[in-house]
């Protein structure tokens, strides 16, 4: 691996750059019949569900231990009725990043872990107006996705991950 890519493992090719993001367009609930449901609505940064289901995109950073920039999962985190509208009040407020953090459930699969990552606790804290929340997992899980959030992750693990997600 270098600065201009990396080769894979899984094709043997050449793939420029080595991506440090990605992300689900909708939580794992949604589904495509939900779009003529009035009840529900889904755009790039809040999702309801047949008005029961709260749901915000956020970010789970892990830092990269041997890189100059972090690993990030776009994700979405369900939220009480209460926080989601807590939140949506505060979407445009400045000053929003000192609200206490609320408690989620992370509603996003990630494919490159042996253990689902489907309903991890989460604490969902927003950031200054115009950046996205972030989360950060249950210190007590053991699940592999909070050790990585917790401890970091390697470039060669950055690979790793690019590699599952190119090849499915």
């Known amino acids: 691996m270098d600065d201009q890519g990396f080769t ?15 992300g689900a367009q909708a939580p794992a609930h949604w589904s ?14 809040t999702c309801v569900i047949q008005a029961e289901h709260y749901f915000v995109r956020a970010r789970l950073i892990i830092p990269v231990l041997d890189a100059d920039q972090d690993f990030e999962w776009g994700v979405w985190v369900s939220l009480s009725r209460a926080n989601f ?8 407020t400045p000053g929003r990043e000192r609200e206490p953090a609320y408690f989620g459930w992370l509603c996003t699969q990630l494919p490159v872990y042996p253990v689902e990552t489907l309903s991890l606790k989460t604490h969902v804290h927003t950031g200054p107006v115009g950046t996205r929340p972030h989360v950060v997992l249950s210190p007590t899980d053991p ?7 917790r401890d970091g992750i390697t470039t060669d693990r950055v690979r790793q991950i690019a590699e599952t997600l190119l090849h499915p």
């Open 143 to 149: 699940h592999p996705l909070a050790v990585e959030q």
């Open 8 to 22: 894979c493992r899984g094709c043997g090719r050449h793939h420029d750059g080595l991506p440090f993001s990605y």
């Open 32 to 45: 495509d019949h939900l779009l003529d449901d009035e009840r529900s609505i889904l755009d790039e940064e």
């Open 85 to 92: 509208g807590r939140a949506l009040d505060l979407w445009t």
